[in-house]
């Protein structure tokens, strides 16, 4: 509701979630990983940071729709850092589309397209390449 109160008249708010697939453990956790550039206050580069989201493992709860997400934080090139590798377990809610519409109507939104990744090409419901739940929302001309 305070999101749907600050965006003007013809507002949108896009939600990027993991895919429904996930909660119900038809398939396994996206595991997702990229690299973070690090630099100094010059702007020269001196390592990065390796960021993992996700593991196979990763349990899930389906009654509370709840996956313990495994993540790991690594330094590449930082020789002189205290810590070097961070792993830890982030606990993640997973959302069904239903809920994401119910969502939507309860807080005066309504919901625009949903897609599978973050390209309006990526069906929801394709099972080969659907990894996310993506909705469109925009508040509800009915305001």
């Known amino acids: 509701s305070a999101i749907n109160k600050a965006l003007a008249p013809q507002g949108s708010l896009i939600v990027e979630l993991p895919h429904p ?9 996206t595991k997702n990983s990229w690299e973070v550039p690090l630099e100094d206050d010059n702007g020269d580069e001196f390592g990065e940071l390796q960021v993992v989201w996700g593991d196979e493992g990763d349990e ?9 997400n495994t993540v790991v934080l690594e330094l590449k090139g930082v020789e002189d850092a205290e810590t070097q590798s961070v792993r830890d377990i982030v606990p ?3 959302f069904t589309a239903q809920e994401i519409d119910l969502f939507a109507r309860c807080t005066g939104f309504d919901v625009a397209a949903m897609y599978g990744a973050l390209s309006d090409e ?4 394709n099972e080969d390449v659907a990894f ?11 305001d």
Request: glycine share 2%; net charge positive; no cysteine.
């Open 60 to 68: 899930v709860d389906t009654i509370a729709q709840v996956r313990r």
């Open 92 to 94: 993640l809610r997973l």
């Open 132 to 142: 996310r739940l993506v909705a469109i929302l925009r508040k509800s001309q009915k």
């Open 21 to 29: 697939n996930e909660l119900f453990g038809m398939v396994d956790s």
């Open 122 to 125: 990526v069906d929801i419901k």
